[in-house]
């Protein structure tokens, strides 16, 4: 009895089956790239974080703001009765607040002295937030407004401190009725008159973006591989 011959199998792709392929191709490479390009911003950032406390310098009287993260000295007077609480603050899975306090500083603009994060209470009671009453020196970090993709709209009231989520420098120049530092700073963990300060750059740490980026590309590789596998038809005879 003779054995059952071979099926030979040709690359015969298809025209509907290799747009699908380079399609998919083109999107979980892209998605690969895109990761990869948030690793590198990524590391550059906390590089620029943890290079911050490197040198201490004055907070520039004029508004023209250092590097981001820059470690600098700052001296004015708390303005304690002009508080803003950001909103929807976070930390260790608990819901709160961080506290900002003006501090108003001789012939340059007032800045915004983050203080760090407070739980928020079931009674709805703060605890006491009152900063030092004298003029300070405080050692911090410079930093921008925390912010998040969808922007929203704050009502605040008339009453103190305010309420906020996630506002723009203007609109809280604009509930102070006074000029802002474009930056606010960051205070050092080990100054007094703070809260909760565990500072670290915002979102995810650039080894999970790399992960992220190798997923994906190993899905493409993945994804081309059953491709030529699909594509690979048995041949037809006399052909």
């Known amino acids: 009895m003779r054995a059952a011959a071979p099926v030979v199998r040709r690359f015969r792709p298809t025209l509907t089956g290799t747009l699908a392929a380079v399609a998919g191709l083109a999107l979980l490479c892209g998605l690969g790239t895109w990761q990869l390009s948030r690793f590198h911003e990524k ?24 590097a981001r993260y820059a470690h600098v000295r700052v001296s004015g007077r708390y303005l304690a009765e002009r508080q803003i609480l950001l909103d929807n603050m976070a930390h260790e899975g608990e819901s709160g607040y961080r506290v900002l306090t003006p501090l108003e500083r001789v012939g340059a603009d007032t800045v915004l002295i983050d203080r760090g994060w407070v739980p928020r209470r079931s009674s709805g009671r703060l605890p006491d937030l009152a900063p030092p ?20 709209t704050d009502h605040p009231g008339t009453e103190w401190p305010k309420l906020m989520s996630y506002p723009k420098i203007d609109a809280v120049e604009r509930a102070l009725g006074r000029p802002l530092y474009p930056q606010i700073v960051l205070l050092d963990a080990a100054e007094p008159g703070g809260f909760v300060r565990d500072w670290q750059p915002p979102g995810l740490p650039p080894a999970q973006h790399l992960g992220y980026a190798i997923t994906w590309f190993t899905c493409a590789a993945v994804f081309l591989a059953l491709c030529i596998r699909v594509a690979r038809r048995p041949a037809v005879r006399g052909a």
Do not use: I
């Open 133 to 152: 009453a004298d003029t300070v020196t405080l050692l911090g970090r410079t930093d921008y407004l925390p912010g998040r993709g969808v922007e929203l």
């Open 43 to 66: 590391t550059a950032l906390w590089e620029s974080f943890a290079n911050g406390t490197d040198r201490l310098v004055d907070l520039p009287r004029a508004s023209t703001p250092p």
